[in-house]
C-alpha cells in the first residue's frame, strides 16, 4: 500500500490497534512476509517496540517505500529488506521472533506451497516464536454469502474496467483459474491461479507445525478494515525440517 495515500495511513493504524491487543513480546525482530510495502512490518515494529524488522517480498521496488512507513511511525527501527520467494523464506534470513503475513494474501499460496510457506516460517522462527496472518474464510463468505461468479467486475478507472473471467480449476492443487482483460476492447491483462481458502484448512495445517494456534475474528478483536487474524506459537521445528528436507512425493 502506497505510504502516500490517506486510506493506506489510515489502515496503518489500524493495523498497530490490533497489534497490540495480541499482547505479543517486545524488543523482538519482526519479519514481515509478502510485505509490499512493509506497512504491517513497520505497524508491528511500532505496536511492540521492535529491534529488528525484515521485510521480504517478490517486488524489490515496492520494499523500497517501507522508510515511508518508517517516518509516519515516528519510531526508527534496524531494517533489512529482502527480495525472494516466500516459501524458501528460512534459506533468506536469520531467525525472527515473530512472523506477519498480512493482507489477505493466502489464495497466492495452494495447498501444496501452503506447507512449503509454513514450514519455512517455522524454522524461521525462535522456540516462542509466533506467527500471524490475517485472513477471511473465503468458502464461506464467497462460495455460500456472494456465490462464485463466471464474470466479474474487479475494479474501474477512467474510461475502463477491469474484469475476470473463469478460465478452469486445477483439481490437484485446488485452484481457480481467471483471465483478467481491461475492457472497452477486451485486451488480455494476465491469467492467475487463485486458492479460496476457509480459516479452518489454515488453522489445520499451522497446527501441524505449531504447538499453540487460536483464531481471533474480527468481531473479537473489533477494529474496522482489518479481517480475521490467526495466532500460531511456538513452531515444531523437528517436524518443518522434515518437510522441507524430505518432502513427500508422488509414485
Not at 486510506?7 to 493495523?15: N, V, Y
Not at 505497524?43 to 529491534?51: G, M
Not at 501441524?208 to 468481531?219: A, H, T
Request: net charge negative.
Amino acid at each position: 500500500m502506497d505510504p502516500k495515500d490517506e486510506g493506506a495511513r489510515k489502515r496503518f493504524q489500524r493495523i498497530v490497534e490490533v497489534a497490540k491487543k495480541l499482547a505479543l513480546p517486545e524488543n523482538g525482530r519482526i519479519l514481515d512476509i509478502c510485505a509490499g510495502t512493509g506497512i504491517a512490518g513497520v505497524a508491528f515494529a511500532l505496536a511492540t517496540n521492535a529491534s529488528k524488522l525484515t521485510i521480504l517480498d517478490a517486488r524489490r521496488d515496492d520494499l523500497e517505500k517501507v522508510y515511508e512507513w518508517i517516518t509516519i511511525s515516528g519510531r526508527e527501527v534496524q531494517v533489512d529488506k529482502v527480495v525472494g520467494d516466500a516459501r524458501s523464506v528460512h534459506e533468506l534470513v536469520g531467525e525472527h521472533d515473530i512472523a506477519v503475513l498480512w493482507g489477505l494474501t493466502m489464495p497466492h499460496f495452494d495447498p501444496f506451497d501452503a506447507i512449503k510457506l509454513f514450514a519455512s516460517v517455522a524454522l524461521t522462527l525462535s522456540k516462542e516464536g509466533y506467527f500471524i496472518i490475517e485472513e477471511t474464510d473465503r468458502v464461506y463468505g464467497i462460495m455460500y454469502m456472494v456465490g462464485y461468479k463466471d464474470f466479474l467486475v474487479e475494479s474501474e478507472g477512467e474510461g475502463y474496467q477491469l474484469v475476470s473471467v473463469h478460465s478452469g480449476y486445477d483439481k490437484k492443487r485446488g485452484t481457480f483459474k481467471r483471465t483478467y482483460y481491461k475492457l472497452p476492447g477486451f485486451e488480455k491483462v494476465t491469467e492467475e491461479y487463485h486458492r479460496l481458502w476457509d480459516l479452518a484448512s489454515q488453522l489445520a495445517i499451522g497446527s501441524i507445525f505449531f504447538k499453540e494456534y487460536k483464531l481471533l475474528d474480527r468481531f473479537q478483536h473489533g477494529v474496522q478494515g482489518v479481517s480475521d487474524v490467526i495466532v500460531f506459537r511456538k513452531p515444531r521445528k523437528n517436524v518443518a525440517e522434515e518437510i522441507i528436507h524430505s518432502p513427500p512425493s508422488t509414485f
